[in-house]
Protein backbone atom coordinates (compact mmCIF):
# COMPACT_ATOMS: atom_id res chain seq x y z
CA UNK A 1 0.00 0.00 0.00
CA UNK A 2 1.02 3.48 -0.34
CA UNK A 3 3.31 4.68 2.17
CA UNK A 4 3.76 8.47 3.75
CA UNK A 5 6.60 9.37 5.91
CA UNK A 6 6.87 12.32 8.41
CA UNK A 7 10.12 13.69 9.75
CA UNK A 8 10.69 14.51 12.64
CA UNK A 9 8.06 12.42 14.96
CA UNK A 10 8.38 15.33 17.23
CA UNK A 11 9.82 18.08 18.46
CA UNK A 12 10.69 21.34 20.18
CA UNK A 13 11.53 24.36 19.79
CA UNK A 14 12.12 27.24 21.28
CA UNK A 15 8.87 30.66 20.89
CA UNK A 16 10.23 32.72 18.15
CA UNK A 17 12.68 30.60 16.23
CA UNK A 18 11.31 28.28 12.75
CA UNK A 19 10.20 24.48 12.29
CA UNK A 20 10.64 22.62 9.55
CA UNK A 21 8.44 19.63 8.75
CA UNK A 22 8.83 16.83 5.69
CA UNK A 23 6.29 14.85 4.35
CA UNK A 24 7.42 12.37 1.82
CA UNK A 25 5.14 10.04 -0.10
CA UNK A 26 7.48 6.71 -0.48
CA UNK A 27 6.26 4.72 -2.87
CA UNK A 28 4.27 6.28 -5.21
CA UNK A 29 4.05 10.00 -6.79
CA UNK A 30 1.99 12.76 -4.85
CA UNK A 31 0.70 15.30 -6.90
CA UNK A 32 -1.36 16.75 -4.29
CA UNK A 33 -0.56 16.75 -0.83
CA UNK A 34 -2.64 18.33 2.33
CA UNK A 35 -1.74 19.31 5.24
CA UNK A 36 -3.45 19.67 8.73
CA UNK A 37 -3.59 20.43 12.62
CA UNK A 38 -5.20 17.85 15.38
CA UNK A 39 -6.01 19.33 18.41
CA UNK A 40 -6.45 16.95 21.49
CA UNK A 41 -9.39 15.19 21.19
CA UNK A 42 -10.70 16.91 18.22
CA UNK A 43 -10.54 16.47 14.37
CA UNK A 44 -8.09 17.42 11.80
CA UNK A 45 -8.25 20.57 10.46
CA UNK A 46 -7.02 21.28 7.10
CA UNK A 47 -4.75 23.77 7.04
CA UNK A 48 -3.66 23.82 3.18
CA UNK A 49 -3.58 21.95 0.24
CA UNK A 50 -0.24 21.88 -2.25
CA UNK A 51 0.25 20.90 -5.60
CA UNK A 52 3.78 19.82 -7.14
CA UNK A 53 5.01 22.75 -8.88
CA UNK A 54 2.54 25.72 -7.85
CA UNK A 55 1.85 27.92 -4.84
CA UNK A 56 -0.51 26.33 -2.12
CA UNK A 57 -3.70 27.11 -1.01
CA UNK A 58 -4.74 27.43 2.34
CA UNK A 59 -8.04 27.22 3.81
CA UNK A 60 -9.98 30.35 5.60
CA UNK A 61 -7.80 31.68 8.60
CA UNK A 62 -4.68 29.98 8.19
CA UNK A 63 -2.04 32.56 7.53
CA UNK A 64 0.37 31.84 4.90
CA UNK A 65 3.24 33.54 6.13
CA UNK A 66 3.11 31.85 9.46
CA UNK A 67 2.73 28.39 7.74
CA UNK A 68 4.62 28.30 4.49
CA UNK A 69 4.29 25.15 2.13
CA UNK A 70 6.37 23.81 -0.11
CA UNK A 71 6.16 20.95 -2.39
CA UNK A 72 9.05 20.84 -4.79
CA UNK A 73 8.71 17.41 -6.00
CA UNK A 74 6.32 14.49 -6.42
CA UNK A 75 7.49 12.78 -3.39
CA UNK A 76 8.23 15.68 -0.82
CA UNK A 77 5.88 18.51 0.59
CA UNK A 78 7.09 20.54 3.33
CA UNK A 79 5.63 22.41 6.56
CA UNK A 80 7.59 25.44 7.84
CA UNK A 81 6.06 27.23 11.07
CA UNK A 82 8.00 30.10 10.96
CA UNK A 83 8.46 32.51 14.51
CA UNK A 84 6.62 29.43 16.46
CA UNK A 85 4.94 30.42 19.15
CA UNK A 86 3.51 28.15 22.25
CA UNK A 87 0.02 28.58 20.62
CA UNK A 88 1.23 26.84 17.38
CA UNK A 89 2.04 23.65 19.82
CA UNK A 90 0.09 20.78 18.19
CA UNK A 91 -0.44 17.60 16.27
CA UNK A 92 0.75 18.75 12.56
CA UNK A 93 -0.69 15.53 9.91
CA UNK A 94 0.24 15.40 6.41
CA UNK A 95 -1.76 13.30 3.28
CA UNK A 96 -0.96 12.57 -0.16
CA UNK A 97 -3.27 11.58 -2.87
CA UNK A 98 -1.87 10.06 -5.92
CA UNK A 99 -3.22 12.00 -8.76
CA UNK A 100 -4.46 15.23 -9.13
CA UNK A 101 -8.25 14.11 -8.46
CA UNK A 102 -7.08 12.84 -4.87
CA UNK A 103 -9.71 10.43 -4.48
CA UNK A 104 -7.82 8.67 -1.48
CA UNK A 105 -5.54 10.06 0.63
CA UNK A 106 -3.03 8.41 2.38
CA UNK A 107 -1.81 9.71 5.86
CA UNK A 108 1.70 10.01 7.52
CA UNK A 109 1.91 9.59 11.38
CA UNK A 110 1.74 13.04 12.41
CA UNK A 111 4.42 15.42 13.49
CA UNK A 112 4.27 16.83 17.60
CA UNK A 113 5.12 20.14 17.67
CA UNK A 114 6.34 21.41 21.14
CA UNK A 115 6.69 25.03 21.65
CA UNK A 116 8.48 26.30 24.79
CA UNK B 1 -19.30 26.03 4.26
CA UNK B 2 -18.93 22.46 3.95
CA UNK B 3 -19.37 20.97 7.37
CA UNK B 4 -19.53 17.18 8.92
CA UNK B 5 -20.99 16.14 12.02
CA UNK B 6 -20.84 13.15 14.53
CA UNK B 7 -23.30 13.23 17.23
CA UNK B 8 -21.70 10.71 19.01
CA UNK B 9 -18.64 12.43 21.01
CA UNK B 10 -18.01 8.68 23.46
CA UNK B 11 -19.36 5.67 23.20
CA UNK B 12 -18.34 2.92 25.80
CA UNK B 13 -19.55 -0.97 24.27
CA UNK B 14 -19.27 -3.90 25.57
CA UNK B 15 -17.70 -6.92 23.11
CA UNK B 16 -20.04 -8.24 21.09
CA UNK B 17 -22.38 -5.48 21.18
CA UNK B 18 -23.22 -3.50 17.36
CA UNK B 19 -22.24 -0.06 17.01
CA UNK B 20 -23.61 2.64 14.78
CA UNK B 21 -22.00 6.15 14.60
CA UNK B 22 -23.74 8.86 13.41
CA UNK B 23 -22.41 11.25 10.32
CA UNK B 24 -24.30 13.83 8.75
CA UNK B 25 -22.62 16.46 6.13
CA UNK B 26 -23.77 19.72 4.88
CA UNK B 27 -23.64 19.85 1.08
CA UNK B 28 -25.38 19.89 -1.95
CA UNK B 29 -23.52 18.73 -4.58
CA UNK B 30 -21.68 15.45 -4.96
CA UNK B 31 -19.61 14.11 -2.53
CA UNK B 32 -17.31 11.18 -2.01
CA UNK B 33 -17.45 9.74 1.60
CA UNK B 34 -15.04 8.15 3.78
CA UNK B 35 -14.54 6.66 7.46
CA UNK B 36 -11.14 6.71 8.85
CA UNK B 37 -9.92 4.82 12.47
CA UNK B 38 -6.95 6.00 14.16
CA UNK B 39 -5.92 2.88 16.85
CA UNK B 40 -4.09 4.72 20.02
CA UNK B 41 -1.09 6.13 18.82
CA UNK B 42 -1.10 5.23 15.08
CA UNK B 43 -1.92 7.18 12.15
CA UNK B 44 -5.21 7.18 10.20
CA UNK B 45 -6.16 4.72 8.74
CA UNK B 46 -8.95 4.10 5.79
CA UNK B 47 -11.94 2.21 6.92
CA UNK B 48 -13.84 2.43 4.04
CA UNK B 49 -15.20 4.71 1.01
CA UNK B 50 -18.29 6.01 -0.72
CA UNK B 51 -17.57 7.44 -4.16
CA UNK B 52 -20.97 6.18 -6.24
CA UNK B 53 -23.52 2.56 -7.04
CA UNK B 54 -24.32 0.75 -4.00
CA UNK B 55 -24.96 3.39 -0.86
CA UNK B 56 -24.49 0.43 1.30
CA UNK B 57 -20.40 0.05 1.25
CA UNK B 58 -18.48 -2.79 3.05
CA UNK B 59 -14.97 -2.12 4.52
CA UNK B 60 -12.25 -3.77 6.69
CA UNK B 61 -12.20 -5.58 9.55
CA UNK B 62 -16.31 -6.05 9.37
CA UNK B 63 -17.45 -2.40 9.08
CA UNK B 64 -19.72 -0.87 7.09
CA UNK B 65 -21.54 2.49 5.88
CA UNK B 66 -24.97 3.43 4.48
CA UNK B 67 -24.90 6.74 2.67
CA UNK B 68 -28.75 8.23 3.12
CA UNK B 69 -28.65 11.12 0.55
CA UNK B 70 -31.65 12.73 1.07
CA UNK B 71 -30.35 12.38 5.09
CA UNK B 72 -26.94 13.36 3.63
CA UNK B 73 -25.62 10.86 6.15
CA UNK B 74 -22.84 8.12 6.29
CA UNK B 75 -23.68 6.23 9.59
CA UNK B 76 -21.03 3.48 10.63
CA UNK B 77 -22.21 0.04 11.52
CA UNK B 78 -20.42 -3.05 12.88
CA UNK B 79 -22.90 -5.95 14.10
CA UNK B 80 -20.20 -7.36 16.68
CA UNK B 81 -17.67 -5.07 18.13
CA UNK B 82 -14.31 -6.25 19.49
CA UNK B 83 -11.89 -5.00 22.14
CA UNK B 84 -9.21 -4.12 19.28
CA UNK B 85 -11.93 -1.79 17.79
CA UNK B 86 -11.00 0.65 20.56
CA UNK B 87 -9.52 3.66 18.79
CA UNK B 88 -10.91 7.27 17.09
CA UNK B 89 -13.14 7.00 14.03
CA UNK B 90 -13.55 10.27 12.21
CA UNK B 91 -16.20 10.45 9.24
CA UNK B 92 -14.55 12.70 6.46
CA UNK B 93 -16.23 14.27 3.11
CA UNK B 94 -14.58 15.05 0.02
CA UNK B 95 -16.97 17.41 -2.31
CA UNK B 96 -16.62 17.15 -6.14
CA UNK B 97 -15.66 20.57 -6.37
CA UNK B 98 -11.90 19.84 -5.53
CA UNK B 99 -9.72 17.86 -3.77
CA UNK B 100 -10.20 18.77 -0.07
CA UNK B 101 -11.36 16.80 2.65
CA UNK B 102 -13.33 17.81 5.72
CA UNK B 103 -13.15 15.64 8.40
CA UNK B 104 -15.87 15.48 11.46
CA UNK B 105 -14.51 16.13 14.77
CA UNK B 106 -14.24 12.36 16.15
CA UNK B 107 -15.85 9.67 18.23
CA UNK B 108 -14.08 7.93 20.78
CA UNK B 109 -15.12 4.00 20.95
CA UNK B 110 -14.19 2.37 24.08
CA UNK B 111 -14.69 -1.33 23.96
CA UNK B 112 -14.82 -3.42 27.17
CA UNK B 113 -13.63 -6.57 26.95
Known amino acids: GAVVSQHPSRVICKSGTSVKIECRSLDFQATTMFWYRQFPKQSLMLMATSNEGSKATYEQGVEKDKFLINHASLTLSTLTVTSAHPEDSSFYICSAGASRSAYEQYFGPGTRLTVT | AQSVSQHNHHVILSEAASLELGCNYS??????LFWYVQYPGQHLQLLLK??????LVKGIKGFEAEFIKSKFSFNLRKPSVQWSDTAEYFC???????????FGTGTSLTVIP
Open chain 2, 27 to 32: YGGTVN
Open chain 2, 92 to 102: AVRPDTGNQFY
Open chain 2, 50 to 55: YFSGDP
